[in-house]
Each structure stands twice: as C-alpha cells, then as structure tokens.
C-alpha cells in the first residue's frame, strides 16, 4: 500500500496540515508535524503570484522567496524530510515553478525525494497533459480539487485522472479565515463519497480543533494551513513547539471525532 | 463584430476550440472558476452568433464611444522621417481617450446577458480601469477596480477620474504593486464571488475565453483601418505597427489584416534596456504559466515571476497574450521593443510634429516608426496604432523631463 493510502486507511480520521517551504526552520517545522500527528504533510511550494492564497499564505510564499528559496531546496527539504519520516508528503502550489524545467523533470524530482502527492492550483482537469502524465509515469499521485462550483456534471472531469485523495476546497475563495457552513460541508462530502472511491479531505478555513473535529466527523482528512502558517509568522525561527502545539491538539481532535460522534 | 468567416488556412481562427493558439493560451485557472469559465465560453459563443449582440454593440461604439475612428495622414512626422508615409488610426480619440473602451462595451453587454450584478476589473494605467467605471456608470453596475499601489501613486488623474465614475478603487499592496498583482487580487475576488460577479479583464490574455473576446472586441480597430485605408488609398498598408502591454491594441488593430500580405511590427518597452530592467517578455522571456494562459513570461531559472519595469504603466506587465506569443512562433508578426528614453523621444515628436500628445504606451509604436519610416520608400505606408491619448501621462513625463508642475 502507497504512504498515502496506508495514511487513510487507519482507523481514524486524518489530519493534513500545510506550511510552505523555505519560511522559517522547514525541517524543524515538518518534524513538529509529524511529533504532534500530522497523518499527512502538504509542503507549499512558494511562488511570487499565489493567486488562490490568502493574506497569510501570501505571506508566506514572500518570506521564503525572500530568505532565497529555491526549487532545489524544496527538493533538500523534502528528500531530509524522507529519510527521517515515513509519514506521505505532498508538493502544493503553482503551474509555473512546477514546469519550469519541464514535467519530466518535476516528477523525477518528486521521485527521487519522496514525494509521494503533488497539487497544483492552476491546471484543471482541461490541461492535464501538462503535468498529470509525467507524475503518472512515475507513479506519483495527482491530487486534484472539488470546490463548492464542481457541480455533478462538472465532478467527473476532475476525478478522471484523480489519486491519492481528492481535495475538497469547502470555500469558494481564497485560502485563510473565511469559513464554510458545517452543513454544507456535510451534503457536499456526501456528494463526493457517492461519486469517488477515494477518500476525501476538507480545507480552506479550518483553524480550530472543534472545527476539525466537525468535519472529521463525515470527512476522510481536514486540511489545516493558514492557521499553522500564520504560527510561523508569528514566532519565526521559534515556531517548532507552538507548530507541534496547535498540531498535537488539531489530531486529537481529528483522531477521537468519531468515537466522540 | 461578425467577421467574414476565415477559410481553413486562414491565420484568423485561432484558438482551436480548447482555447488553445498552437502551444499557447489554455484555461490555468483554480478549479473554483473553471465552471465561470466555460459558462462565459458558452454565453460567448451565443452572444457571436446573436445579431441583437452585435447591433447593440455597434450601436454603443458608434454614439457612446464615437466610432469609427479616424485614420489620420501624419505630414509633417512623415517629412521629418523622411521616408514611408506614416498613417495613424486614432484611438486615442475614443470616449475615455484610448482602445480599452472598446472591449469594455462587449464585455458588459456580455456580464449583462449572464445575469451578473458587479463588475471587477484590474488596472495598470487606469486606462482598463477608466473605461469600466464608465461602462459600469453607463450600465448602473458597481465597480472595483484592482490597482497596484505604485500605479495609484503615478496615475493618479485616472484614480480620481474612476472615483468620480463611482467605482471603488483598492490599491493592491502586494509583489511590486504593479498590474500582475492587481490581477492576482482580482482573481482572488473572483474566485469569493463566483455567484455575482464578472471580471473585466483589460487585455488580450488571462484564461480562455478572454484571448479570444478580447480580441474580437478590438477587432474593430483593424477592420475600420482596413476598410479605411482602402477608401482613402485603394491599397493596403505595407507595415502596421503598435504597442504591446498585454497585447489588446495590437491584436485588434493585426487580427483583420493577418489573412493579407502585409507586414506587422509589434513593440513592447524595453524599459531601462533589454540588459536591464524591462517589460519584453517576448524578447526576454520564456514560455510559462500566470494568469490563466500558457505564454512567454518574464521569470527565473525556478519560473518566479520577475518584476517588470516600463515608463509607461499600461506596458508595465511580464506576460504577454497568447495568440502573440503564436503569431511569434509561427513568424507571422514581427516583435521588436523601444526603451523609455526612446519613447520619451518619440512622445516629444508627435506632440511637437503633428499637434498630438499621444500615451506614453503608443509612445513606444512611434518611436518603432521613427527607426523604420527613413529605411523604407516614400511610395510606402506605415500604419501605427495611436491607441491612448496622453493626458494621463503629463505628470510622468513632466518628472522624466525634469519639470516643475
Ligand atoms: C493607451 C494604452 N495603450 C496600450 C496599453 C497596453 O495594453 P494592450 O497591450 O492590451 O493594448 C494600455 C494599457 O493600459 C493603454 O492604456
């Protein structure tokens, strides 16, 4: 069984959280994930345009430009990250730095530093020949987006070429504070579980472990970003036990939401 | 609007029907906007095919915006060149005082037909901006206009000119405060109000269907430039020459005449110099992502977006539309860049020659004119896009030139 997929078949319920690479100590931060349960790692790749992030995501993405951040050093990070953890990790971020040295490239990379997922923002399912074929050939899985729009005959277009889990963006708008109704959340997983075996984590706005522990109830996985980002920011080369912190208590919810439901 | 149909081996019936110009162009956007993507591809298609579209378009661009245009025999610049006779179609003379009006029309006439209740917009110059608080005014839509904060600061006659039109103008902090990142925090907008909401989009770039509407809103440019050239000389024009920021003024004024045997010269600033900071992603750049298109982008070896740097804000962007990119790569358009210092020249020309202060981004076309009227023949004749007037401008060139206002 892949990394991801064993991650998703415990037990409970998963908890993925999302920092980006190159702002603050990474490597310090990703361990603080894994030592406080993280059950899977998104590691942002940071680009001078995030277009679909928010203030703190933003931020972020220029604080790691800014500290010199390169594409080679989200590979060192990962490839660090591998050959200490078994826990799966995958690249998110943007069309452009992704193909900047071809698909070929990309997915060799991802490859070769354990890199077991990789989500990119801006190619829908229409342009997949840009990036999906390279990371299939070398079987990495291409974690695409459902968001509030992907209505039923949008859906499948997006889960044709689908892997490792689909994503479900429970906010039409940008990542950060914006939160959906639990509800919604609740009829639109749903929705997707009829429509796909794989299984389904729900972001964008979860900050909170009650929150977590919501969606953790009808939800395969809850992403938390912004809220762990906003930590590193906050206590810069520091952030490692307030990451751990927040982490430790997001998995405790995630983890006991079912035996609590 | 509705051009004659292309033959199967015209150069006019780009894209293909992904949105696609050869290698170019596509649909790179978050997949929250991919269902308002092809819903406004659908509604677009309608819209083509509707002839109560078209009339009320023509009828706007005739009395609202005071079409068509007029294409101007420039004696005096051509006596200075000293060589091909240089032509103008005067877009500048347009309400709002550039081409930007003309896609503004088609734009929210289209907004109107897909229901939607406000209208965003992204803006460099103020030019895109100017003319969608107009249309928005016209139509009794609200406004907010994207700007970058640095383009606030040295725009700002179009700042209060977009306030006095009731639309609300928020200045976009972010990257380099520029146009690429007032278009990032339009496309955040978008993506919250995807219910209500239609994006403006300034140029011919940005997701399909965009390229392509675009441009067959400022296809009105070429097509009177045409027909005009022929009434007044009987023959077509050898070279036509225009601007480029994203690319809107010069597809619209290329796209009639592509199928003809007549060369094109598109120039983009060359800011402090193609060895320096500049905005000629086509001379300086590589094929890549932003925006929603695939195209030529200013940007490093790990593709991060460099910053671009152009006198003129409306040329200030990385990128470039698709279906230029494709018109490089096939070698049906020539592409070339003029510096500031050579637009500030050029500029000074026209006003001193022909009693026109042009926008600094034409400034760039004429100063294209400028090297290549001596080197061809009297008999010949260059025709160059006067897209923008230059009263916003005054306050720029007043600094660059070092005088007190
Ligand atoms: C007068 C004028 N010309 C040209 C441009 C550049 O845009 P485009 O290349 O789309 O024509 C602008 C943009 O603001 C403008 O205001």
């Given at each position: 069984m892949s990394r991801l997929a064993s991650a998703f078949a415990k037990p409970h319920p998963a908890l993925v959280t999302f920092v980006t690479a190159g702002d603050g100590d990474t490597a310090a931060i990703l361990d603080a994930l894994v030592a406080g349960g993280a059950d899977v790692i998104e590691l942002g790749m940071p680009f001078?345009?995030?277009?679909?992030?928010?203030p703190a995501i933003q931020a972020a993405n220029l604080r790691a430009l800014g500290a010199g951040t390169t594409t080679a050093d989200i590979f060192r990070i990962a490839a660090g990250f591998r050959a200490r953890h078994a826990t799966p990790l995958v690249l998110m971020g943007y069309a452009n730095p992704m193909l900047a040295r071809g698909s070929d490239w990309f997915a060799q990379q991802c490859a070769k530093a354990g890199v077991d997922g990789v989500i990119c923002v801006d190619i829908p399912p229409e342009e997949d020949g840009d990036l999906g074929p390279a990371l299939r050939a070398r079987g990495i899985a291409l974690i695409r987006l459902a968001t509030p729009t992907s209505d039923a005959a949008r859906l499948p277009a997006i889960l044709e070429g689908s892997s490792g889990f689909l994503y479900y963006?429970?906010?039409?708008?940008?990542?950060?504070k914006q939160q959906a109704v639990q509800a919604s959340i609740e009829e639109a997983v749903a929705r997707l579980k009829a429509a796909t075996a794989l299984p389904v984590a729900v972001g964008f706005g979860v900050r909170h472990p009650e929150q977590a522990a919501a969606i953790a109830r009808v939800a395969d996985g809850v992403v938390v970003g912004s809220a762990l980002v906003e930590l590193v920011a906050q206590h810069g080369a520091e952030a490692a036990g307030p990451v751990r912190a927040l982490t430790a208590a997001l998995a405790q919810a995630v983890h006991r939401a079912r035996a609590h439901a | 609007m509705n051009a004659p149909a292309a033959g199967t081996?015209?150069?006019?019936?780009?894209?293909?029907?992904?949105?696609?110009?050869g290698a170019f162009g596509g649909r790179y956007v978050a997949e929250t906007l991919m269902p308002l993507i092809l819903e406004l591809e659908r509604e677009y298609a309608r819209a083509k095919a509707d002839p109560a579209f078209a009339a009320q378009f023509d009828d706007l661009l005739e009395?609202?915006?005071?079409?068509?245009s007029p294409l101007y025999f420039a004696p005096r610049l051509t006596g200075e060149l000293g060589g091909a006779q240089v032509w103008f179609k005067?877009?500048?003379?347009n309400h709002t005082g550039a081409h930007k009006i003309n896609n503004c029309v088609g734009q929210i006439l289209l907004a109107m037909r897909m229901g939607k209740t406000r209208i965003i917009a992204e803006t460099g110059a103020g030019q895109h901006g100017v003319a969608t608080a107009t249309v928005c005014a016209r139509f009794g839509l609200p406004c907010v206009v994207y700007m970058g904060a640095t383009d606030v600061e040295r725009q700002q006659p179009n700042v209060f000119r977009m306030k006095l039109l009731g639309a609300e103008v928020v200045p976009v902090t972010s990257g380099a405060a520029t146009l690429k990142d007032a278009m990032n925090e339009a496309l955040r907008d978008w993506v919250a109000h995807v219910h209500d909401t239609f994006y403006i989009i300034g140029t011919a770039a940005g997701p399909h269907p965009y390229p392509e509407l675009v441009r067959d809103f400022q296809s009105v440019i070429g097509k009177e430039a045409r027909a005009q050239m022929l009434a007044r000389t009987g023959r077509l024009p050898d070279l036509l020459v225009a601007a480029i920021g994203g690319g809107s003024n010069a597809i619209g004024l290329f796209h009639p005449f592509l199928d003809d045997p007549v060369r094109m010269l598109g120039v983009e600033a060359a800011g402090h110099g193609l060895d320096k900071q500049h905005a000629a992603s086509l001379a300086g750049g590589r094929p890549g992502i932003l925006h929603g298109n695939k195209t030529y982008l200013l940007q490093d070896e790990d593709g991060q977006i460099t910053e671009a740097h152009s006198i003129s804000a409306g040329l200030d962007y990385p990128g470039i539309g698709p279906e230029h990119a494709w018109l490089k790569e096939i070698g049906r358009v020539e592409y070339t860049s003029a510096t500031d210092t050579e637009a500030l020249a050029a500029f000074q020309l026209l006003c001193r020659t022909e009693g026109i202060i042009p926008a600094l981004e034409p400034s760039h076309a004429i100063a294209a004119v400028r090297r290549i009227a001596p080197t061809m023949g009297k008999d010949q004749i260059i025709l160059a896009n006067l897209?923008?007037?230059g009263d916003k401008d005054i306050f720029t060139v007043a600094k660059a030139l070092g005088a007190e206002l």
């Open positions: 001078t345009d995030p277009m679909a992030d928010g963006v429970s906010v039409a708008g940008i990542t950060g | 081996n015209s150069l006019r019936n780009q894209p293909d029907e992904r949105g696609h110009f009395h609202y915006v005071g079409r068509p005067r877009d500048e003379l897209c923008g007037r």
